[in-house]
């Protein structure tokens, strides 16, 4: 089961998206905003929660399946922990840059994903994300645990940007500096864990 919580400015962006459609239609809202970046999910059980409530966060519930997330490679599976950010496409594509960079407000994503790999199965050399301190900018903190005798994988992510007011302003000669950082956060966003099949013991 997903649970997904907006609060703040994103909250009130998705609740003004939603908040004058039927509940089949935000049900399929939320439908298309998962198959948009994961084609081949599979969801159900969806249910909004405080769509027109302003003093309360909007609330997501779901379950979902995604065939062939992981990749097989020979006897390894490559897998991304980073679920929400999976086939996302860099904040900042172009090269080079016109206009001063500016963003609408300062936000920030608390990210906690479970996962329980399938008997037989266990990390191969398991490394994790980079975090990083980004200045007056925001912080990134991302961190990997085991569990239950190394088949479950915790893995905890804090992305926070705008830490103060000026750091949603920024100069169009900052660009090069501004692109470096969110190509770096998309790097670590994509680090993949290697699974590799453990012997049996008879």
């Known amino acids: 089961m997903g649970m997904s919580v907006y609060t703040g400015h994103v ?9 004058e459609k039927s509940e089949e239609e935000r049900i399929q809202y939320w439908k298309e905003s998962i198959t948009d970046r994961l084609s081949s999910a599979e969801i159900s059980e969806i249910k909004v929660f405080n ?17 062939n997330y992981a ?17 996302l496409e860099p904040l900042f594509k172009s090269e080079t840059r016109k206009h001063d960079i500016y963003f609408r407000y300062a936000w920030k994503e608390e990210d906690r994903i479970s996962m329980v790999l399938p008997e037989g199965w266990s990390l191969d050399s398991p490394t994790a994300p980079r975090s990083t301190p980004l200045g007056d900018a925001g912080e990134y903190k991302v961190a990997i645990r085991l569990g239950e005798e190394g088949r479950k994988v915790i893995y905890e992510r ?15 000669k900052m660009y090069p500096d501004i692109k470096k950082v969110w190509e770096y956060i998309h790097e670590q966003d994509n680090h993949v864990l290697t699974l590799k099949t453990t012997p049996s013991i008879n």
């Open 158 to 172: 804090t992305m926070s940007w705008g830490l103060v007011p000026q750091a949603i302003y920024w100069p169009v």
């Open 71 to 87: 990749t097989r490679t020979g006897k390894r599976v490559l897998v991304q922990p980073s679920f929400f950010q999976f086939n």
């Open 51 to 67: 769509a027109t409530e302003p003093s309360r966060p909007l609330t997501v519930t779901y379950k979902l399946k995604v065939p």
């Open 11 to 19: 909250g009130q962006m998705f609740k003004s998206e939603i908040a």
